[in-house]
T-cell receptor
Framework: DQQVKQNSPSLSVQEGRISILNCDYT??????FLWYKKYPAEGPTFLIS?????DKNEDGRFTVFLNKSAKHLSLHIVPSQPGDSAVYFC????????????FGTGTSLTVIP | GAVVSQHPSWVICKSGTSVKIECRSL??????MFWYRQFPKQSLMLMAT?????????EQGVEKDKFLINHASLTLSTLTVTSAHPEDSSFYIC??????????????FGPGTRLLVL
């Protein structure tokens, strides 16, 4: 069964507004979380990460929030730009699992100019 | 939900040996499977795309004779790193799609295989 889930397959947002992408996980052993961005016909590109000792990590327009009790993380993009249109994957890993990655199924974000 | 497994999860081998990595879709038929290699800053580089029953399509710069890909069935693709060298040490991830994968169909990722060549 999927241990990392992205329940929204797609999201449309107006340019300049905030995009919020959500990710849920089931395994409390996960201690490191990543977001990837993927354009068609390319491999996923690392975007931002967060370890389980933090609840927020910010990098420019991108902020990741982690709620361990809810086993939920979210990626906020503000302001959203048309170039942000891509598929976003969240992934989780744990030292005890040799840092193997468990990916979500992705959310396709469309930023409307 | 769909699950993709990889085996082995990690492997250590001597320089010059060949290593085979399996990627299986456990509960769906994967028309297309993708093989990625993880690079610094954790971005994944697409190495090749394989469709069941046909030859894999390799990305520019990836040696097809070194990284042999076989997609013999709708649930199994294998990547063989031939005559592995220390510079091949990396994290290899596969993903599988029931479509072409490029048309917006969901890609399901495997957990990855960590290869260390001594």
């Amino acid at each position: 069964d999927q241990q990392v889930k992205q329940n929204s397959p797609s999201l449309s947002v107006q340019e300049g507004r905030i995009s919020i992408l959500n990710c849920d996980y089931t395994n409390s052993m996960f201690d490191y979380f990543l977001w990837y961005k993927k354009y068609p016909a390319e491999g996923p590109t690392f975007l931002i990460s967060i370890s389980s000792i933090k609840d927020k990590n910010e990098d420019g327009r991108f902020t990741v929030f982690l709620n361990k009790s809810a086993k939920h993380l979210s990626l906020h993009i503000v302001p959203s730009q048309p170039g942000d249109s891509a598929v976003y994957f969240c992934a989780a890993s744990a030292v005890r699992y040799f840092n193997q990655f468990y990916f979500g199924t992705g959310t396709s974000l469309t930023v409307i100019p | 939900g769909a699950v993709v497994s990889q085996h082995p999860s990690w492997v250590i081998c001597k320089s010059g040996t060949s290593v085979k990595i399996e990627c299986r879709s456990l509960d769906f038929q994967a028309t297309t499977m993708f093989w990625y290699r993880q690079f610094p800053k954790q971005s994944l580089m697409l190495m090749a795309t394989s469709n069941e029953g046909s030859k894999a399509t390799y990305e520019q710069g990836v040696e097809k004779d070194k990284f042999l890909i076989n997609h013999a069935s709708l649930t199994l693709s294998t990547l063989t790193v031939t005559s592995a060298h220390p510079e091949d040490s990396s994290f290899y991830i596969c993903s599988a799609s029931s479509g072409t994968g490029f048309g917006g169909e969901t890609q399901y990722f495997g957990p990855g295989t960590r290869l260390l060549v001594l």
